[in-house]
C-alpha cells in the first residue's frame, strides 16, 4: 500500500512538473504572460524587455500583436488590436513617467503632427496625474482597440474614455519602438530583435 501511494504522489509531481507554464518570460521577477486576450481577440507576445533609468531598472515592457512584426510600421499596420504592458520593478512618480513619455513622443512626432495629438496628451497627463505614485509590481497597459482607440489601464482599471485619435497611439508606441525610441536596447527586445 505504501508503494502504491509513493508512486501517486510521485507521478502527480511528475505531472505537474510537466505541465507548460502560463508565462513565457521571467524578467527581473517579473512574470510575462505569453499572451493576452482583447476585446475577444487573441494576442501573442511578440517581445519583452527591461526600461531603465540611469542604471536602475524601472520596469518591463511587453509588447502583444495578433502577428509576428519586427518594425514600428509592421507595429501600426498589424492587423487588430495591440497591447504595450508595462510591469514596474521600482516606485515611479507618475510626473516623472510623464515627463518622459512626452519627450520620446515629440521625439518621435513631427512638430506639424503634434498639434493634432495634443488633446491625446492632456488627457494621458490627467489619467496619470489620478494616479500619483506607480508601485513596485502595479501594471500599466496601452490597447490600441480598433473602433475604440487607445484604452489605458492601471491595474485593471481603465483611466477614463479612450482617446479615439489613431495618431496618438501612433505617437504613444513610438515611445518604445519608433525611430528614436526612448530606449534602442529596449525597442529591440520587444521587436525580437536582439
Known amino acids: 500500500m505504501k508503494l502504491k501511494k509513493r508512486l501517486l504522489v510521485w507521478s502527480t509531481l511528475l505531472v505537474l512538473c510537466l505541465q507548460p507554464s502560463a508565462y513565457a518570460l ?3 521577477g517579473m512574470k510575462i504572460d505569453d499572451d493576452a486576450e482583447i476585446e475577444n481577440s487573441h494576442l501573442k507576445l511578440n517581445g519583452a524587455g527591461i526600461a531603465y533609468k540611469a542604471v536602475f531598472k524601472v520596469y518591463v515592457a511587453a509588447l502583444y500583436t495578433s502577428g509576428k512584426v519586427s518594425s514600428f510600421d509592421e507595429v501600426i499596420s498589424v492587423p487588430g488590436p495591440k497591447r504595450v504592458a508595462l ?17 520620446s513622443i515629440q521625439d518621435n512626432t513631427q512638430k506639424s503632427e503634434m498639434s493634432k495629438i495634443i488633446p491625446g496628451l492632456i488627457r494621458l497627463s490627467e489619467m496619470f496625474s489620478a494616479n500619483k505614485n506607480i508601485a513596485v ?16 489601464r492601471v491595474q485593471g482599471k481603465q483611466q477614463g474614455a479612450p482617446i479615439k485619435d489613431p495618431d496618438f497611439f501612433r505617437a504613444l508606441v513610438s515611445v518604445w519602438v519608433g525611430n528614436f ?8 527586445a520587444l521587436l525580437g530583435i536582439k
Open 26 to 28: 521571467d524578467i527581473a
Open 137 to 152: 509590481g502595479d501594471v500599466v497597459t496601452v490597447d490600441w482597440i480598433p473602433g475604440m482607440g487607445t484604452v489605458i
Open 181 to 188: 525610441p526612448a530606449e534602442f536596447h529596449l525597442k529591440d
Open 87 to 103: 510591469t514596474f520593478i521600482r516606485n515611479v512618480e507618475s510626473g516623472t513617467l510623464i515627463r518622459i513619455l512626452s519627450q
